[in-house]
């Protein structure tokens, strides 16, 4: 896991993963947590599996097929018993962000060259995970995440994680 240094709300917690530390084999190798590059589905369960209790998440973290677009997926308004809460499902909602205003939900993005944005209210009690490429940041996919949040805009924090390259930016 890699550390973060954002000033975080108490009940708000978030992780980033590298490829170690998984049962996936080259080119994969080892933490893949994608079903859609061609990796064997039950190396990537067993991923999923072992990220979620090293981290001692309260849920499945809700997997995205993300394209490269300005969907987002506000969790509110899920079942328990949408596939896509599945992390077995090989046809997960397609979308670029996720919303949830319920504790305990579990916003995920996947990003190599990409551009993991995280966002929350002061108090802890909205956030969301964008997969900010730069076609979705052009398209407006952060403003479309933000616009989910009943906090204003100057209540929110954001943490820009990550990425592979610069080549793309």
């Known amino acids: 896991m890699l550390q973060h ?6 009940n708000v917690a978030i992780a980033m993963t590298d490829r170690h530390g998984g049962m996936s084999f080259p080119p994969f190798d080892s933490l893949n947590l994608g079903l ?7 190396h990537v369960l067993a991923n999923r599996a072992s990220l979620r209790q090293r981290l001692s ?3 499945e973290p809700f997997w995205l097929e993300q394209v490269h677009g300005v969907d987002v997926v ?3 308004h ?3 018993s949408d596939s896509v809460r599945d992390s077995t499902s090989l046809s997960p909602t397609k979308a670029d962000a996720s919303y949830s205003n319920k504790a305990g939900d579990v916003c995920a ?14 108090q802890g009690t909205e956030v969301a995970a964008v997969h900010a490429g730069w076609r979705g940041l052009c398209a407006g996919v ?7 949040f009943d906090s204003s805009t100057a209540d929110l924090i ?12």
């Open 5 to 10: 240094d954002w000033p975080l709300p108490d």
């Open 36 to 42: 859609h590059v061609g990796d064997n589905q039950q």
């Open 57 to 59: 998440l309260p849920a």
């Open 74 to 76: 506000n969790m509110a």
């Open 78 to 80: 899920l079942k328990l």
């Open 109 to 122: 993005v996947m990003t190599a060259d990409c551009l993991p944005v995280l966002l929350c209210n002061q």
């Open 142 to 148: 952060i403003e479309q995440a933000v616009e989910l």
């Open 158 to 169: 954001a943490y820009l994680g990550i990425r592979n390259r610069t080549c793309c930016f």
